[in-house]
């Protein structure tokens, strides 16, 4: 419990860090109330507007008003709480203390809620980064079982040159490499899309209907660096193992070499990659918002990108946040799981 307090702690300081650096960054970047209103706005609508994002106070009120909204621990009027439909448990009277979801603003485009929109494309990045990750594991455990039981191959070879070349790659590079080759080029071949969503829309009927080849490309190209890793990885981890006492005593016994290597070996030896698979997820989370965009993913990362290019900054705002805490999250259940995969790791934090 005191370790898992200690992590909480630690991410909430870093989560206070990414709010400060967000508000630097984008708040007072342009003007958002002629984002908003457009050219043609006149003087008195321009200042409501302004008021209602606290526009008119000074940047430290700003950044503390700024840091009420998107901290579920909040102190707010009733007026406020109506007026922002903020969703928790309040009390009080006039001002009230609560918790709530975190109110990360209104768009200046679409004036919806930040956080539902956001919530509409989490979905897809989720299924995104979880069948990159699928065939990452898969497919860097098959390599690297095979590269190390093959070990001074051809096979091993080509699997340490490919994981080589695999992680050096960045994504975004082989995000355009890979859409043109696949999307463009072989297109007649494959019949597979160059953009596209999970979910697409016919135009006639209206109804939405799901298109899993368009997860194809890029969830490939999101899984080719953990791919690489996790290949590594499992090599160098196999060929320890592969050397100790009692595997030679397994292999004495008469069992079979796929026994050996799948029950007793692959078992011992998946440590690190454990390690790396939890680390990479929350990587791929992150990593996703080019690749959504190159192939036209509806996921957090295009729409943060559509975003960033309109000037809407509550969204690129509550994006980064969001992804800052799903990023943290994913760390801290990692640093939980690696106490109960390891012992050692519990006795050194006790």
Do not use: C
Request: glycine share 8%.
């Amino acid at each position: 419990m005191r370790y898992i307090l200690q992590k909480l702690f630690y991410a909430t300081l870093v989560l206070i860090g990414v709010v400060v650096l967000v508000f630097v960054m984008f708040q007072g970047f342009g003007d958002p109330a002629r984002l908003i209103v457009g050219q043609t706005g006149d003087k008195k609508t321009m200042e409501n507007i302004r008021k209602d994002l606290y526009l008119d106070k000074p940047k430290w009120q700003q950044f503390v008003l700024y840091l009420n909204d998107v901290s579920p621990l909040s102190i707010h009027t009733r007026e406020e709480i109506e007026q922002k439909k903020l969703r928790g448990l309040f009390v009080g009277s006039g001002t009230r203390i609560g918790i709530k979801i975190p109110y990360l603003r209104k768009s200046y485009q679409t004036k919806k809620d930040t956080i539902d929109v956001l919530s509409e494309a989490l979905p897809g990045t989720i299924v995104l980064a979880l069948a990159a990750m699928l065939l990452a594991v898969v497919g860097g455990i098959m390599l690297g079982v095979a590269a190390a039981v093959k070990k001074g191959t051809w096979l091993d070879t080509s699997a340490i040159f490919s994981s080589i070349a695999g992680i050096s790659a960045p994504s975004f590079f082989m995000a355009i490499i890979i859409a043109y080759l696949f999307g463009v080029i072989l297109h007649p071949y494959t019949g597979l899309n160059l953009t596209g969503s999970l979910f697409e829309i016919d135009e006639v009927t209206g109804e939405k209907y799901l298109v899993l080849k368009n997860l194809i490309l890029p969830a490939f190209t999101l899984g080719i660096r953990p791919l690489a890793i996790i290949t590594q990885l499992t090599r160098s981890s196999m060929l320890d193992v592969l050397g100790q006492d009692y595997i030679r005593t397994a292999y004495a016994k008469g069992l079979s070499t796929r026994t050996v290597i799948f029950k007793h070996a692959l078992r011992n030896a998946l440590n690190p990659v454990i390690t790396a698979i939890t680390g990479w997820f929350a990587e791929l989370l992150a990593g996703a918002f080019f690749v959504e965009y190159i192939f036209g993913w509806k996921g957090i990362g295009k729409i943060t990108v559509a975003a960033l290019e309109k000037l809407d900054y509550p969204i690129v705002m509550g994006s980064v946040l969001f992804s800052a805490f799903i990023f943290i999250l994913i760390n801290i259940l990692a640093d939980i799981l690696y106490t109960i995969i390891d012992p050692r790791i519990r006795l050194n934090n006790g």
